[in-house]
């Protein structure tokens, strides 16, 4: 395999390096940046997140699994993110390999059983950001086709905390909830809300800006790099 001739590295290794690059753009400007996550900076600066790279350009069902098993048997692993750099798939398609990916681990978890819920992100643009499905998907436009893993046991430890969900939405949100809340609410719901806030705060178009140009620096490096972006 041919090397970089900057770093020295061989060209796969070079795409792996900036896929991870280009993720934690994603992360630390989106994700974090505009408070997105409850937990998200708070368990990378604790180094609870683990980044991989697949290189294949097909996703492989096999190799998702395995992942989820090595994740899942990692104590000091929270949240997991495997990336797939060179899989050009729409969202739909990637969705149903995620799920694909989920049912085969389901089968076959490893020690300890079922620890990791996955879902699926990927750079394909969604239509109408204001409808609250649509609003998730558009904020989860990392750079690659990507899976997220959470351990099972942060999950439940973020309901525990609080019914309303204050403890560990955004501060924003949380202010924005009558005092006199009580009812439990699914962690999903109190997050996306929580994000569907930020979006109108900020506006659709800065949130795009910042999105755009994380596309645009891909597209530039991959093509650097004799890959298609």
């Given at each position: 395999?041919?090397?970089?001739?900057?770093?020295?590295?061989?060209?796969?290794?070079?795409?792996?390096?900036?896929?991870?690059?280009?993720?934690?753009?994603?992360?630390?400007?989106?994700?974090?940046?505009?408070?997105?996550?409850?937990?998200?900076?708070?368990?990378?600066?604790?180094?609870?997140?683990?980044?991989?790279?697949?290189?294949?350009?097909?996703?492989?069902?096999?190799?998702?699994?395995?992942?989820?098993?090595?994740?899942?048997?990692?104590?000091?692993?929270?949240?997991?993110?495997?990336i797939w750099?060179?899989?050009?798939?729409?969202?739909?398609?990637?969705?149903?390999?995620?799920?694909?990916?989920?049912?085969?681990?389901?089968?076959?978890?490893?020690?300890?059983?079922?620890?990791?819920?996955?879902?699926?992100?990927?750079?394909?643009?969604?239509?109408?950001?204001?409808?609250?499905?649509?609003?998730?998907?558009?904020?989860?436009?990392?750079?690659?086709?990507?899976?997220?893993?959470?351990?099972?046991?942060?999950?439940?430890?973020?309901?525990?905390?609080?019914?309303?969900?204050?403890?560990?939405?955004?501060?924003?949100?949380?202010?924005?909830?009558?005092?006199?809340?009580?009812?439990?609410?699914?962690?999903?719901?109190?997050?996306?809300?929580?994000?569907?806030?930020?979006?109108?705060?900020?506006?659709?178009?800065?949130?795009?800006?910042?999105?755009?140009?994380?596309?645009?620096?891909?597209?530039?490096t991959y093509?650097?790099?004799g890959e298609?972006?």
């Open positions: 395999m041919p090397s970089d001739p900057v770093g020295g590295m061989t060209a796969d290794e070079a795409l792996a390096r900036e896929a991870k690059r280009l993720f934690r753009r994603y992360t630390v400007e989106i994700v974090e940046g505009l408070d997105m996550c409850p937990w998200a900076e708070a368990a990378r600066r604790r180094s609870e997140v683990s980044e991989s790279v697949e290189l294949g350009r097909s996703p492989d069902i096999a190799a998702g699994a395995a992942w989820a098993r090595r994740l899942g048997e990692d104590r000091s692993v929270e949240i997991g993110f495997l750099p060179r899989v050009k798939v729409s969202r739909a398609e990637f969705v149903a390999y995620v799920q694909a990916v989920r049912e085969a681990y389901g089968r076959e978890p490893g020690r300890g059983g079922v620890l990791m819920a996955m879902v699926a992100f990927h750079p394909e643009p969604e239509p109408d950001p204001t409808r609250p499905l649509s609003l998730i998907n558009f904020i989860r436009r990392c750079p690659d086709p990507t899976i997220q893993a959470i351990r099972l046991s942060t999950l439940e430890e973020l309901r525990q905390r609080d019914g309303t969900g204050k403890r560990f939405m955004p501060m924003s949100a949380a202010l924005a909830l009558p005092l006199n809340v009580t009812a439990r609410r699914p962690l999903h719901e109190v997050v996306s809300e929580a994000n569907q806030q930020t979006v109108e705060r900020l506006g659709v178009p800065r949130v795009e800006a910042i999105l755009a140009d994380i596309h645009r620096d891909r597209d530039r093509r650097a790099l298609e972006p």
